[in-house]
């Protein structure tokens, strides 16, 4: 309620929808709100939130800001009851954008978890396998894989063979392989059968 009449009231005559549209994003660049709100002026509208400090740091190099994690929390509340499906569209959106950055600027943690708070599991597994799967532990490092998975059900790693074995490696290489070796004889008869 505080932020909603103090801090909301005093804010910047910016569109309504916009903070609670981005508030989905942990860091709002430009290019992920235009592809999240499909218009093309967020670098005006972020360029207003430096006037919103504390609540929003913004970096003026590349004209990215983070909101304060209450304020989030409030907007992406308020969102979620005002419109479930404008939040979870949201989130799908963000979910594509953050998964086709270039190699070196892909956010795929985001992505998944995006992916997932969006109510598709199926796309954020997707992201996973279509980043390249063996070549994910060298490009993002065994903890991130993990992380990644662990946001999807053991239901949706189970039915797909390529992240389970991702998690399989993940495991071998956190515990040795002793452990994971019925486990992969599992996968294996599984990929036969289903080939």
Do not use: C, K
């Not at 103090?6 to 910016?14: F, S, T």
């Not at 660049?29 to 740091?57: F, H, T």
């Not at 509340?77 to 404008?86: F, G, I, K, T, V």
């Not at 490696?169 to 599992?186: D, I, N, S, W, Y």
């Amino acid at each position: 309620d505080y932020l909603a009449h103090e801090v909301l009231a005093a804010l910047p005559a910016l569109p309504p929808e916009f903070l609670r549209d981005v508030a989905v994003l942990e860091q709002v660049d430009a290019a992920a709100a235009n592809v999240l709100r499909e218009r093309g002026d967020s670098l005006a509208l972020i360029r207003q939130l430096a006037r919103m400090r504390p609540v929003v740091v913004v970096d003026e190099q590349s004209w990215s800001a983070r909101l304060h994690p209450l304020l989030r929390d409030y907007l992406t509340d308020a969102l979620e009851l005002a419109r479930p499906d404008r939040a979870a569209l949201l989130h799908l959106r963000a979910a594509r954008h953050l998964a086709q950055l270039p190699p070196g600027q892909r956010r795929l943690h985001e992505a998944v978890a995006h992916a997932v708070a969006g109510g598709r599991l199926d796309l954020g597994a997707d992201i996973i396998e279509a980043a390249g799967g063996f070549r994910l532990f060298a490009d993002e490092g065994e903890v991130r894989v993990r992380l990644m998975l662990q946001q999807l059900p053991a239901a949706t790693l189970r039915r797909r063979p390529r992240l389970r074995l991702l998690q399989l490696m993940g495991q071998a290489v956190e515990g040795g392989p002793a452990g994971t070796l019925a486990a992969f004889e599992r996968l294996e008869q599984q990929i036969r059968d289903a080939d």
